[in-house]
């Protein structure tokens, strides 16, 4: 099968840090789903494991990235229940197995979710991951009740997890949406994905949060930089709020600095789930289903904003490098090889 793949970390710059490569079509194990890749996404996980040399793959030193995909099953393992060849799936994977950026992938079918029906396969390779991130942020970590009053901020509103949280809590909770944004692109597609209000994180993050919520937030999504803008949350935020971060901060953060105000303070890492085989690994696939339900009804929208053509080395590059520059809106995704 064919894969795009490399054999040791390098610049997105150097021709070889993306290759056309071939490797043995996986065998499916118990629980896995043998699917035809027909789509991938492309996340800031993936350049930033590209640059620690990524996951191992049957074919010895060679590297498989990818793990937003979307595709046909093709063949079931021996206890697979939850779905058929044929079926048409959306899935991030695991980042402890081969990646997605090949003609054939395996994956346990429990974290796999039923592809929107009324999506291309681009569209709905797009959301896996980031939306994972969002929903396990919102209402596994922070425990969101969807029927509770107050605000939510979010700290890069316009990136890929930013775009589908701000969907989410519009149409699944009665939260007020505060995202950030720098320039007026990112500030209409925030304003797009439903955001209430969108303010200039360039600028101090207090002053303007509590020009809108008085009081502060009562959680915060903080999905990039924030120890650049540690202190200025915590001023924003309202005594005994919540949030959650996934990114390593480049600094160390002074966590006491959350006491005061009884600040809660979660991570979120989509595949922890998949890595430790959790009892409720299972929840991921179902809510993916879930997302498709809301795309199929139009209650929620793709964040693919670039489609940057083929499953090709070349291709790639030019996505990782597009994801390197820290200056893309929403989602991009190559489809078909």
């Known amino acids: 099968m064919k894969v795009i793949g490399f054999h040791k ?8 840090s993306f290759l056309d490569l071939s490797a043995e079509k996986p065998l499916p194990a118990a629980r896995d789903l043998l699917v035809e890749i027909r789509a991938v996404g492309i996340n800031p996980v993936d350049a930033k494991i590209r640059g620690g040399g990524g996951p191992g793959s049957p074919a010895g030193d060679l590297k498989i990235l990818g793990w937003d995909a979307a595709g046909v099953v093709r063949a079931i393992g021996a206890e ?16 402890d197995r081969p990646g997605s950026y090949a003609e054939f992938q395996c994956v346990d079918e429990r974290i796999v979710g039923r592809k929107p029906k009324k999506l291309g396969f681009a569209e709905s390779a797009a959301m896996p991951l980031t939306a994972i991130t969002a929903w396990e942020m919102l209402f596994d970590r922070l425990k969101i009740d969807r029927t509770e009053e107050g605000s939510l901020l979010i700290l890069g509103g316009a990136g890929g997890v930013g775009s589908i949280a701000t969907q989410l809590v519009r149409e699944l909770t009665r939260l007020r949406v505060v995202a950030t944004a720098s320039r007026p692109d990112t500030r209409d597609w ?12 360039r600028q101090p993050l207090s002053g303007q949060v509590k020009g809108i919520e008085a009081g502060g937030v009562d959680y915060v999504l903080a999905l990039t930089k924030v120890e650049d803008h540690f202190e200025e949350i ?12 996934i990114e390593n901060p480049a600094r160390p953060l002074d966590i006491t600095k959350l006491k005061p105000k009884s600040i809660g303070l979660h991570w979120e890492f989509m595949f922890t789930r ?13 809510l993916l289903t879930e997302v498709g339900e809301l795309m199929d009804a139009g209650r929620i929208r793709t964040t693919l904003q670039a489609n940057f053509g083929q499953i090709t080395a070349e291709n790639m590059r030019r996505a990782h490098a597009a994801i390197e520059s820290g200056r893309t809106i929403g989602k991009i995704v190559l489809a078909g090889f």
Request: charged share 20%; with cysteine.
């Open 80 to 95: 697979v229940t939850l779905f058929a060849p044929g079926d048409e799936v959306f899935y991030a994977g695991s980042v």
């Open 9 to 16: 970390p390098l610049p997105i710059s150097d021709p070889e």
């Open 234 to 245: 915590i001023e924003s935020m309202a005594p005994q709020s919540a949030m959650a971060l």
């Open 190 to 201: 925030c304003l797009k994905m439903g955001a209430h209000d969108v303010i200039d994180h």
């Open 274 to 286: 998949a890595r430790f085989q959790t009892a409720d690994m299972g929840e991921q696939g179902r």
